[in-house]
């Protein structure tokens, strides 16, 4: 009777070890995640445009969840939203937006936050994964996918720093915001420079495709659309690169004092567009230099007698085209607006007789 006992007791240990030996179901091996180049795009790269749009509340950039766009346009006089009775009110909600009456403890604001740095920790974790899984990838294909990555990251630090100012600059997956190797805040113009420069070192990795279009690039970040991040900084950079916003914007850095390096091609050209010239200081020095860049096409606007002097038109002779660009006369306006000639209409202060 014992024998039989204790071969029911060593059977039963024998399938509970069976039983601990089980895969959970819920995990993959990482092995079998990053098994090719392939597969390292699809679940390190592309998995981080799912964070694009979003699921909960304040998550995604798209409006009307509480989050990145309406901040953004529902706190200025872009847009508004109106109560319905008792129909969008939402506790205030919309209404503390546009009176600017948030506060720290807003948890919609918190869940925004915590969305931005969840999609830049795992842009983070994605970078690590590259390189740990380098050996898989060509040397293009490590460039390209660090580039696409660190493009997706740097935009939303563009969106931290437009939102909160003063944010966390963490660069590696081991670095989280709670651990021993977090340095803290960062300065509003700190984040800027970072963001920046970013986007142009990973400018000519990316693909020259539009992203509007459907098709394989749809949707995600290519050359056009880091140029249009690239341009929307620049325009706000007298914002951006301001630190004691606190104290008002009165002597924040003038727009003509900031300067921006561009990398160019050998092989590519580049147009340059200056619009108002005569407003800056010796601009005909700046135009002379720009004329020693070999694959830059110059145009420039300018209204005022200095710019049409004929000391600025000699000096430039030989090396550029005078455009004069002259109004409509009435014949010319009446074309272009269809009006018909045989119509007589007379104008009167407000009042239009026929």
């Not at 990482?30 to 790269?45: C, K, L, R, T």
């Not at 970078?127 to 935009?155: C, P, W």
């Amino acid at each position: 009777m014992k024998r039989y006992r204790f071969l029911f007791l060593l059977l039963a240990a024998l399938s509970m070890t069976s039983c601990l030996d089980e895969h959970p179901k819920d995990q993959l091996d990482e092995d079998a995640i990053y098994g090719s180049a392939s597969d390292i795009y699809i679940n390190a790269v592309a998995s981080l445009y799912n964070y694009i749009g979003g699921a909960n509340e304040s998550e995604g950039i798209q409006g009307t969840c509480r989050g990145i766009y309406d901040y953004n346009t529902l706190t200025t006089d872009e847009a508004m939203i109106p109560i319905r009775g008792g129909d969008w009110y939402d506790g205030g909600l919309w209404n503390a937006m546009y009176q600017h009456r948030w506060t720290a403890d807003d948890q919609s604001l918190y869940d925004t936050w915590k969305y931005i740095y969840k999609v830049i920790v795992l842009a983070n974790k994605s970078l690590d994964i590259i390189s740990s899984k380098s050996v898989l990838l060509s040397a293009a294909q490590q460039q390209e996918y660090r580039a696409e990555v660190r493009a997706i990251r740097a935009m939303f630090y563009y969106y931290a720093m437009d939102m909160f100012g003063r944010v966390p600059l963490t660069l590696s997956g081991d670095e989280q915001l709670y651990s021993s190797l977090f340095q803290g805040q960062n300065d509003r113009s700190s984040i800027f420079h970072f963001v920046f420069q970013e986007l142009q070192q990973v400018l000519p990795y990316l693909p020259d495709q539009r992203s509007n279009m459907e098709g394989n690039y749809y949707g995600r970040i290519t050359q056009p659309v880091v140029n249009f991040l690239l341009a929307k900084l620049a325009l706000n950079a007298e914002i951006y690169m301001y630190d004691d916003w606190t104290q008002g914007y009165a002597n924040r850095p003038k727009g003509s004092d900031i300067h921006f390096s561009v990398p160019a091609a050998d092989d590519q050209p580049y147009y340059i567009l200056l619009d108002e010239v005569q407003m800056l200081d010796e601009f005909e020095d700046v135009l002379n230099g720009l004329l020693h860049i070999p694959n830059a096409d110059v145009y420039v606007t300018g209204s005022n007698a200095r710019f049409l002097s004929k000391d600025i038109i000699t000096e430039f002779r030989g090396r550029g085209y005078q455009i004069h660009v002259s109004p409509l006369s009435f014949a010319e306006f009446m074309t272009v607006y269809e009006i018909d000639h045989e119509q007589q209409s007379v104008v009167s202060g407000s009042n239009m007789q026929e």
